[in-house]
């Protein structure tokens, strides 16, 4: 399979901007190639096995990378992307050149990119994920480890929906629920569950990749004996009752299967959902109330924020200070909703 690799060469202040505009335009993650960060953080420690070198980054200025499927649609994407990069000024945002380049790249090539630049990172109170690649010693009593090889399928643990979701599993597994995760991806979430205490997990994905991969993944961590992998579309003849159904997925796919997951979970379960961005938030709430939820909690993590003067950054934390939030001047972002099903 080939992939094209989009790289945009930009600023510091763009990076979250940019990637959002080619998270838009299909790529599921990106890569960004900071000689800052490169320099400060990762050259003394990981230098000898990410061996860096100087053409590993840009001299200055940042350049951000995403893959999307090679298509004949490409060359038209390109220019979508440039144009709504050029846009970014009218925000306020500062893009240096935003000269965007494309090269084409094999599947073999694509996963060196990504393992690159994926490092250990602390998810959540309990939970810290690092690649199978890396040699992480635990830092703290009680840490959980999840180990993880990405491969083609979504789910590094890092993107901010993932973030979120670990953290909501975080905060409502005590021990012994029964769990169930739609849209697995690399098994992250499922994986997550049965290391928190959960006492049996299905982990469900429509898509072959991502069953191979969570497969994979499960058995790595040793969590095979809690974690069953199936390939399956959404809650399509599955049998509850479970405490918790986790999903990380649109929003409009959340609408397809909100009664199913009403119909699976116990009275009083949890229904935790994220992959919905900020302006479908009210939409798959009312879904929600309709099918018999009860909204118990929502979590924000945002990719930009609006000044009162109307301009337009990029919040490097990703977290919304309450302020900005209470304000409601949030224009784009993910939210995590936490139902909880009403009894009958
Ligand atoms: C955003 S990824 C989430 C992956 C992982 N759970 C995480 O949080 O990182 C969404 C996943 O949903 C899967 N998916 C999309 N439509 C689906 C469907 N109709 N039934 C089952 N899985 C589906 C995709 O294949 C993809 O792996």
């Known amino acids: 399979m080939n992939w094209s690799e989009i790289s945009v060469h930009t600023t510091q202040e763009a990076i979250e901007a940019v990637s959002n505009i080619l998270q838009e335009a299909g790529a599921s993650g990106v890569v960004i190639e900071d000689p800052e960060v490169l320099k400060r953080e990762w050259q003394d420690t990981f230098g000898e096995i990410y061996q860096l070198s100087a053409k590993d ?41 935003g000269a965007v380049s494309l ?93 928190l205490g959960a006492s049996s997990v299905r982990a469900l994905d429509l898509d072959e990749v991502a069953v191979q991969s969570a497969r994979t993944n499960v058995e790595l961590n040793g969590t095979k004996n ?52 900020t302006q479908k938030e009210a939409d798959v709430r009312a879904a929600m109330e309709k099918a018999g939820f009860r909204i118990t909690d929502a979590h924000y993590m945002h990719d930009m924020y609006e000044k009162e003067d109307g301009s337009r950054y990029a919040d490097t934390d990703r977290v919304a200070p309450p302020s900005i939030r209470d304000r409601g001047d949030i224009k784009s972002g993910w939210v995590c909703l936490i139902a909880q099903r009403k009894a009958e």
């Open 226 to 277: 809690t974690v069953t992998v199936a390939q399956n579309n959404l809650l399509d003849g599955i049998d509850g009752p479970v405490d918790i159904i986790v999903a990380n997925i649109l929003a409009e796919v959340i609408a397809l299967f909100v009664e199913d997951a009403a119909r699976t979970l116990k009275p009083g379960g949890l229904f935790i959902t994220s992959g919905i961005i």
């Open 103 to 195: 090269a084409e790249v094999q599947e073999e090539d694509w996963a060196t990119a990504w393992k690159k630049y994926y490092k250990p990172v602390e998810v959540s109170e309990r939970i810290t994920i690092t690649p199978t690649w890396e040699n992480y010693v635990p830092e703290k009593e009680n840490e959980l480890i999840i180990e993880l090889d990405p491969g083609m399928a979504f789910g590094t643990g890092t993107h901010p929906t993932t973030v979120m979701c670990i953290r909501a599993l975080d905060e409502a597994i005590s021990g012994d629920e029964t769990v169930i995760d739609v849209g697995c991806g690399t098994g992250v979430l499922s994986i997550a569950a049965a290391k």
């Open 57 to 97: 980054y840009p001299s200055e200025g940042v350049i951000v990378k995403a893959y999307l499927l090679a298509s004949d649609q490409i060359e038209q994407t390109v220019q979508q992307i440039e144009q709504a990069i050029q846009g970014l000024s009218a925000y306020g945002i500062e893009v240096g050149s």
